[in-house]
């Protein structure tokens, strides 16, 4: 048996995410954690603000988590 740490949100299709959003998605299901730094390298031509923006909306929708603190803060599926 495997346990899994982290659980890929069963409504995440109804969450209505913009194309950045969604690469981090992706990228959450294959790495299982996102930095800042992750997500701006996957999308380089987008202002960092806005990629902040992005990933406090997917905290808002119940889709991923905050932890760490500081330079060493990361996202995860809840």
Do not use: H
Not at 12 to 39: D, F, G, H, M, P
């Amino acid at each position: 048996m495997v346990l899994r740490k982290f659980q890929i949100p069963e409504n995440l299709e109804s969450l209505e995410l913009n194309e950045r959003q969604k690469k981090a998605v992706e990228y959450l299901k294959k790495y299982r954690k996102i930095t800042n730094r992750e997500y701006q390298n996957l999308c380089p031509d987008v202002n960092r603000e806005t990629l902040r923006k992005d990933l406090n909306d997917l905290i808002n929708k119940k889709a991923i988590i905050r932890k760490g603190e500081k330079k060493g803060i990361y996202y995860e599926f809840i």
